[in-house]
């Protein structure tokens, strides 16, 4: 069965302090693994798609990596504003229109 | 720039009473649309998807059915709600690449 699992489920760090967020997951054959951030009452907001093993992005302090069974999203140096929950979901091959989402980490960044 | 519309934003209704919730999308054609279910503490949950006008997947055998009577409208139904109807309803809009894109959400609280 397809399944993701996220860890921690709550982060809390001090502002400059950098840290990483996990995704585990099994899929039969991946298609894609997806973050998304969301604030407290807002749909989820789209963040990277990776697709392949070894696959890197980055957005502002934001990077994403991707392995054959993890992904991590590093924080680099957070500031408040990037308190939110982070939610990670994969596409399996064959499920086109299905994503398996964790249950999401809630990160704090305290000033 | 494509956009996504959701409302109302937040419903309260009474156990029994039916459901309306409708979501469009502008600034494309075709898309795929999907409803999602967010329960606290759980990860998002794919309640319906649609490749096309008229056409409809269920995902999750329940007490909602979903409709989409033109191109860029998506809307979930209930004849009567229950309880457990209670969530974060959120419509995502997705074109041929598999990054699925979500709408602001619903608060539907069932009392």
């Known amino acids: 069965e397809d399944q993701v699992t996220q860890s921690p489920e709550a982060l809390r760090l001090q502002e400059g302090e950098s840290s990483s967020l996990n995704c585990s997951y099994t899929?039969?054959?991946?298609?894609?693994l997806f973050w998304y951030r969301q604030d407290p009452g807002k749909g989820p907001e789209f963040l990277f798609t990776?697709?392949?093993a070894g696959e890197e992005k980055e957005k502002e302090r934001l990077k994403a990596t991707l392995t054959k069974k993890e992904s991590f999203l590093h924080i680099t140096a957070p500031k408040p504003e990037d308190s939110a929950t982070y939610l990670c979901?994969?596409?399996?091959?064959?499920?086109?229109?299905?994503?398996?989402f964790g249950t999401g980490t809630l990160l704090a960044v305290q000033p | 720039s494509q956009t996504i519309h959701q409302w109302p934003a937040t419903l309260v209704q009474p156990v029994g009473s039916p459901l309306s919730l409708e979501c469009t999308v502008e600034?494309?054609?075709?898309?795929?649309l999907y409803w999602y279910r967010q329960a606290a503490g759980r990860g998002l949950q794919l309640l319906f998807y649609?490749?096309?006008?008229?056409?409809i997947s269920s995902e999750v055998p329940q007490n909602l059915s979903a409709s989409r009577p033109q191109d860029r409208q998506f809307i979930l139904s209930s004849k009567k709600l229950l309880l457990s109807d209670s969530g974060f309803y959120l419509c995502?809009?997705?074109?041929?690449?598999?990054?699925?894109?979500f709408g602001p959400g619903t608060r539907l609280t069932v009392l």
């Open positions: 995502a809009w997705s074109p041929t690449s598999p990054t699925q894109y």
């Open positions: 899929v039969s054959g991946l298609r894609g």
């Open positions: 990776l697709y392949s």
């Open positions: 979901a994969v596409q399996a091959r064959g499920a086109t229109n299905k994503l398996i």
């Open positions: 600034g494309t054609s075709n898309p795929n």
């Open positions: 649609s490749v096309g006008i008229g056409q």
